[in-house]
């Protein structure tokens, strides 16, 4: 059973998650927000989203990994019409995340598969934020090269601080508003 704690931890990282998707471009309708919404509800991962999942899914590999990449990454089975197409899609996610483990960029996961496979759960949630959180960053280092250059990213979050790091988000918040 999930503590209050755990449950609130989940609600930080989906507000995170969603806040840097938007940040990345994402359109708030996929979330199901007026445009307007200062944010999207979290959620929407409590029980199975494979629909929104995979959206997502698809919207931060995109991002990280380039249009002409993602264009031979997800050919045929992006967009998803049934559910074949769905399960080979999730093999190809799949396989894009251990490159990613293994590259460090996301720590290890024994859960992935599972997690993947029903779109819900802290799990699941967790996978995104920190997916969101990577893409933010190598999408920022691609389009500001020379600030990156005179003025390096902070090193990138590891085990022990993405544990702290929903504790950021009221100030990560306040930034971009004042921005």
């Known amino acids: ?11 930080e990282l989906e507000g995170a998650m969603y806040t840097n998707c938007l940040l990345l471009g994402l359109d708030p309708v996929v979330l199901g927000s007026p445009a307007g919404a200062a944010s999207p509800r979290v959620g ?3 029980h199975s989203n494979p629909r929104l999942g995979e959206q997502l899914l698809y919207f931060l590999l995109s991002s990280l990994r380039g249009p002409a990449q993602s264009a031979k990454d ?9 559910s074949a197409q769905s399960r080979e899609f999730r093999k190809i996610v799949q396989c894009i ?11 290890r996961s024994n859960s992935r598969v599972s997690s993947l496979a029903t779109c819900c ?3 699941f949630v967790e996978l995104l934020w920190q ?10 280092r691609r389009t500001f090269v020379a600030d ?3 003025n390096p990213l902070p090193a990138a979050l590891t085990d022990v601080s993405y ?13 971009i508003a004042c921005s």
Do not use: C, N
């Not at 997800?74 to 049934?82: Q, S, T």
């Not at 544990?163 to 930034?175: D, E, I, N, S, W």
């Open 44 to 46: 929407l991962f409590r």
């Open 74 to 82: 997800f050919d045929k089975v992006w967009p998803i019409f049934d």
């Open 97 to 107: 995340i251990s490159e990613l483990e293994q590259q460090g960029a996301l720590p």
């Open 1 to 11: 059973m999930s503590t209050d704690r755990e449950k609130e931890r989940e609600a």
């Open 131 to 140: 997916l969101s959180v990577y893409a933010l960053r190598e999408v920022h």
């Open 148 to 150: 990156v250059a005179s």
């Open 163 to 175: 544990l702290h790091a929903a504790a950021l988000l009221p100030v990560t918040k306040a930034r």
């Open 121 to 123: 759960g802290p799990r």
